[in-house]
């Protein structure tokens, strides 16, 4: 066998097993290492250093370092200036059907890039579960899985900031053929996680004038996030530039007393440095951007392809299944694309190109959704005191509508 394919398969085995429950390394150590044992495979000790010194040098890693190092510390910030809280309640008020609200509750608290951040949601979900007799497995599905189902569409996530750059396409272009699985998933997860009898009928109307606060307070909460959105989707103004305005304009929001904004501006700025900026994440991108030189440097990926063109496997058939592995085992969405995007990229044709890379940003999701890994679902599953194999029966049937959608859409 070539001595390229031999280094990636240990290398690969060895980024999952340094990462698995076992010994539980971070996952940007377990990818430089796994990505430095490929490299003994097929080049010299200093070969393998200039590998990694050009992937940190390179601008799209510089770029990608900053923007997820910004978007990791302002989910921090919305909760530290309480605008988090603020949007939470005003939802509350606004919608009236409690069977939405548990599901848009752990969506929007899925918008803060939090590990674990399901634990936050936990709470409200099982006091509106149990306004509608929600079973305990029901809430862990339904906080699990509506916890991330803004991964599909959501701007301001490190995967789709990844996949959009590593592809060189726009990240509208990538949430385009990503939301038909959003939307499906959204619906038919609806119809299977509640039952006629979880429904609750709230009699009491309340005043349009109170409706309209709430939905103000909601938007002027929601301001840092929609103004990155709007500067970079609607202006087109550079993505970093557009995060660094919005982390700007959180830091200032909330602040009461006029002769202590200057010193509070401030304690929240080096808050956010220290305290609310998640470094892994960025240390990940680097981990990620040298497995990917190395791929390039040693030739590996031409080699793979060759392998699969062997197997006469169909394309979406080796994406789905590598894709749902790659992101059970890795239990991380982003470590799974930055392994996988730079293997399969060559093999997708350019014609049909957004329909592939939603089949592969899927396939990864749904094997990260559910895997023992993944730390939302370990921390739900021990809030409401549930098993795995209630939630993974529950799960099937909108997992294999989500798949079925990116199937179809790549022949459509």
Known sequence: ?????????????????????????????????????????????????????????????????????????????????????????????????????????????????????????????????????????????????????????????????????LFNVSKFYIIKYNFPMMLVGSIVGYFVFFSKDNTQKNKTKKKSIKLNKNIIQFGFSFLPIFIIIFMALILKIPFIISIIVGVVIALGKNMKKVERKINLYFKRLRDFVFKGINYKMGMLIIGIMFFKSMLKETGAVSDISIIFKQTHLPLFVLIIIMGYITGYLSGMTSAGLGILIPVFKPMIPQSNLGPFIALLYTSIFMGYLISPLHLCFALTKEYFESNYKPVYKLMIIPTLAIILTAVVQIFL
């Open 1 to 165: 066998m070539n001595l390229n394919i031999v280094g990636l398969i240990i290398g690969f085995s060895l980024i999952l097993l340094l990462n698995s429950k076992k010994i539980k390394l971070d996952m940007w150590i377990s990818i430089i290492t796994g990505t430095t044992v490929i490299g003994f495979f097929s080049l010299s000790y200093h070969e393998i250093f200039n590998v990694f010194l050009d992937s940190i040098k390179d601008t799209l890693t510089i770029k990608l370092f900053f923007i997820i190092l910004l978007i990791s510390g302002l989910g921090y910030l919305l909760k530290e200036t309480g605008d988090f809280d603020r949007m939470i309640k005003s939802l509350i008020e606004i919608i009236k059907n409690t069977r939405v609200l548990t599901m848009v509750i752990p969506a929007l608290i899925g918008t803060l890039s939090i590990p674990g951040g399901a634990i936050l949601s936990a709470p409200m979900i099982e006091e509106s579960g149990d306004r509608i007799n929600l079973k305990d497995y029901k809430k862990t599905t339904v906080n699990l899985f509506y916890r991330h189902i803004f991964i599909f569409i959501y701007p301001l996530v490190g995967s789709i900031i990844l996949t959009s750059e």
